[in-house]
């Protein structure tokens, strides 16, 4: 077999990198969740969200929703930290305003094309008469929103948002 091609994306596959990036998310996850309950005003909203949850886990439509979702997750994740990260992340020293210029430059893109994807793919005003209208239309079932329904999305829809990321 003829591995010219694969060496040189093996020489810049950083894969203990993307599992550090993983397992550091994980963790800063954990603890702020932990920070945010001391405040008592967040817990008492965090518990209110929670039983939110708990109620409209109740209907088969939403729990099967979050089931889906949670099952593509894991094809999301092994994608990101598997096939993208490795590619993106390096221990080579950064200055500074290089990183927060990254940062900028990167979320303005991404909000720009999402808006675009979500005007002109899943609403009908746009130019191309909302082709994915049926897709987005699993986010608008929710009419009185708890934290958790930021899930409630076609997992189409995750692969769209996600793969805008990764460009």
Partial sequence: MNTAFF??????????LSLYAGLG???????????????PAFKEASQ???DAFRTKMERPAYAA????????????LVVIFGLILPYCLTLEAQP????????????FFYDFF???????LFHESGFF????LWMHAVHHRQHNPCRQDSSYIHPLEVAIGLGLYAT
């Fill in 7 to 16: 060496a040189p994306l093996l020489e810049h596959y950083q894969w203990q």
């Fill in 65 to 76: 929703n979050q089931k889906w979702n949670r099952k593509w997750s894991v094809l999301y």
């Fill in 129 to 132: 008469g909302g082709p994915l």
């Fill in 96 to 107: 500074w305003w290089k990183m927060l210029l990254d940062i900028v430059v990167i979320l």
């Fill in 114 to 120: 999402y808006y675009l994807t979500h005007r002109f």
């Fill in 25 to 39: 998310i994980v963790a800063a996850t954990f603890i702020g969740k932990k920070l945010f309950t001391l405040v």
């Fill in 48 to 50: 209110i969200n929670i």
